[in-house]
């Protein structure tokens, strides 16, 4: 009885008083329900002593499935389901149905490894199913390679759906700020700047609420249990049954599964078996501080990839990058030209009738020589500030030519291509007219965040703007406002539900086993600062892999050095020494790629293994904006 108490108190960690009462109670309750159900072995040594297995009814909870997937796979993938509790602190409330892709051990099984793509909202299932020959060319042959749709996500039911109908969601975005970003004059000393800001903030506040309202009224009674704590509580469960009871836990996550990796780790530190997580952001104040303060953090090394973006195109020359006018000009030279567009555009939009969706590059509000978000239309329904269409392009330096190239076609007065040719490199399977990722992430994101006490704390559009300037003037010139398109969060305070549990820390754990964390060195939405975070916070229960490459995790571009070092911790339980710092083969711009015809079979294949879940990964964490391009 004392030992679940610990545990599920040890587990809830509320940082605020009156959430720690609220957990307290909820504790209490359930002691009640755990002494019923739950009958501990002697000699357990779990920190997660969520499920006694023996007693949860057979055939309901911890039930798999595996079918064959209802599109073609590659021989060795299947998909399934494992019904879980909807709610680990009340069994009688129903189940979830957690969708499972699977790509099997080609030899002696180790055990399995759970994939998450990040988001959140992203589909581990289609990773999986997609890619889970490549992973396993990376993590080897002895796991089976488990991609799983969280809560809220994908195939999993229930399914964030807050809209009447998808249509209904589009509509509702169209000509919005959540459209067309946010347009700030470069002008900040201008205090019509600063109002045409707190103007744009006050619709996004209503868009929020009114969403937030909708998930309240449609999906009320399953929203409280997609946090990121109780997904790590499913991983806990699916472990257990695809695995054993006493199976470590492995993992692999990318982008927000950095956060699900931190929070697993943490949670379950006597549970670890192989973790890398790839991509880092922070755990800290992803728990700690509601998501407007959340993005300043994140763009910190933004200006470092935009600024590497600039040299490698002039490096290249205008046969490859067209925005440079010469071999080897001054990078800020290009730059300068950008931006003189971005002030053209500003003046007079630039109609482009000739687009699959014909519409304008357009910008909006206040006067000022300066923009940094302007609305682009896309084909079908979709608007596009132009800056935050570069600021996505940076996740992806393989698709830097393809950016320069609509970049500087729009630049000579023609946006058509720029309209329609968003991302094609990641082609995509047709329309699928939902917005749902957008809904599901805030389901994760407001459970994980702590909620505002009472309306006090509401953050007004005032201050939301001030952040916003702020970020503009000391973090990133270029990219201060447009993460809110890119990473659609905020408006937690309309959110009408709180989770059962939200975990806070603390982050310092020591491990089963130390984890292997990877940052890049000029990631765009992850910076570097974030993995040596982690990194500091898990001390030697974890090492650091540093990629010397621009790019939104370490597959962005290709790095043999870095995919062998994950290979050598998954398939040989070697780590590198901390802070190893490795260098990509592939450089920006380089569209011959003629280092790889010195490669050995072996080496070549490992790249591509990479730049395949690359693909998948922009894909996955793109799938909204995805949605459209053929
Ligand atoms: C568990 O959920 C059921 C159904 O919603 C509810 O009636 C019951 O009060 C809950 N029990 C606890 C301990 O919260
Ligand atoms: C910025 O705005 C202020 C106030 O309107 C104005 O005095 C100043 O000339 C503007 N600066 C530029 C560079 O346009
Ligand atoms: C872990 O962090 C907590 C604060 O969150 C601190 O009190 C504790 O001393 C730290 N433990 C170690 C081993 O550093
Ligand atoms: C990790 O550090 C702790 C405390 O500094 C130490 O007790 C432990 O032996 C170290 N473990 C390894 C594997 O180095
Ligand atoms: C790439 O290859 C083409 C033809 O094979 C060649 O014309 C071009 O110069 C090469 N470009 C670079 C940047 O090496």
Not at 493 to 518: A, D, K, M
């Amino acid at each position: 009885m004392r030992k679940e108490k610990e545990t599920l108190e040890e587990l809830g960690q509320p940082s605020t008083g009156r959430r720690r009462s609220q957990i307290n109670i909820l504790g209490a309750l359930l002691s009640i329900v755990f002494c019923a159900f739950v009958v501990f072995k002697a000699g357990d040594r779990l920190s997660l002593n969520l499920l006694n297995f023996d007693s949860i009814p057979r055939g309901t909870i911890g039930r798999v499935e595996w079918h064959k997937c209802n599109y073609p796979t590659e021989t060795g993938v299947d998909c399934g389901t494992i019904i879980v509790p909807l709610d680990y602190f009340n069994y009688t409330k129903g189940i979830s149905i957690i969708a499972l892709g699977r790509y099997k051990a080609t030899a002696k099984k180790r055990g399995t490894v759970f994939l998450n793509p990040g988001g959140p909202g992203g589909s581990g299932v289609s990773l999986a199913t997609i890619t889970g020959k490549f992973f396993a060319e990376i993590i080897g042959p002895h796991y089976d390679i488990v991609g799983f749709d969280p809560r809220g996500i994908g195939e999993t039911l229930p399914k964030v759906q807050c809209f009447p109908h998808p249509i209904d969601q589009h509509i509702f975005r169209a000509n919005t700020v959540f459209e067309q970003g946010f347009s700030v004059s470069s002008n900040l000393s201008d205090p019509r700047t600063r109002e045409h800001l707190i103007e744009q903030q006050r619709q996004f506040l209503a868009m929020k609420k009114t969403q937030a309202e909708l998930c309240g009224q449609r999906m009320s009674e399953a929203l409280p249990y997609m946090g990121t704590a109780t997904v790590v509580r499913d991983l806990f469960l699916m472990t257990s049954m695809l695995d054993d009871h006493h199976a470590l836990i492995n993992y692999w996550g990318g982008s927000y599964g950095t956060i699900l990796g931190a929070y697993l780790v943490n949670m379950v530190p006597d549970r670890i078996g192989k973790v890398a997580i790839d991509g880092v952001a922070n755990p800290v104040l992803w728990a700690d501080k509601p998501s407007h303060y959340w993005h300043r953090e994140w763009i910190s090394s933004i200006e470092d990839t935009f600024r590497w973006f600039l040299r490698s195109c002039s490096e290249a020359g205008p046969g490859v990058c067209p925005l440079a006018k010469e071999k080897n000009e001054d990078p800020n030279a290009i730059d300068e030209r950008i931006l003189k567009f971005l002030d053209l555009l500003y003046e007079n939009p630039l109609p482009v009738p000739n687009a699959r969706r014909p519409g304008y590059l357009t910008s909006g509000g206040a006067r000022g020589d300066r923009i940094y978000a302007i609305g682009v239309a896309t084909k079908i329904d979709e608007l596009f500030i132009v800056i935050a269409l570069i600021m996505i392009y940076m996740e992806n330096p393989r698709a830097w030519p393809r950016l320069s190239q609509i970049l500087a076609s729009a630049m000579a007065g023609d946006g058509t291509a720029m309209l329609n040719n968003l991302l094609p490199v990641y082609g995509a399977s047709g329309p699928d007219l939902s917005f749902a990722e957008d809904l599901a992430r805030l389901a994760v994101t407001c459970l994980d965040s702590p909620p505002p006490e009472d309306e006090s704390e509401f953050p007004t559009p005032e201050l939301l703007a001030d952040i916003g300037l702020e970020t503009i003037r000391d973090v990133s010139k270029h990219f201060g406002m447009s993460t809110t398109i890119s990473e659609p969060d905020g408006g937690c305070q309309f959110w009408p539900v709180r989770g059962p549990e939200r975990f806070t820390g603390p982050w310092n754990h020591t491990l089963s086993n130390p984890i292997l964390i990877v940052s890049n060195t000029a990631d765009p939405v992850t910076p570097i600062a974030s993995g040596r975070l982690v990194n500091k916070l898990l001390h030697n229960s974890s090492r650091l892999l540093i990629q010397n490459s621009p790019g939104h995790g370490s597959m962005a571009l290709s790095s043999l050095c870095s995919i062998k070092a994950i290979r050598a911790y998954y398939d040989d339980g070697i780590l590198p020494q901390n802070e190893f710092v490795c260098e990509s083969e592939e450089q920006p711009f380089d569209i011959n790629r003629s280092y790889i015809s010195t490669l050995s079979e072996t080496d070549r294949r490992l790249l591509e293994a990479a730049e395949k879940i690359s693909e998948a990964l922009a894909e996955s964490r793109l799938r909204p904006w995805l949605a459209y391009t053929d």
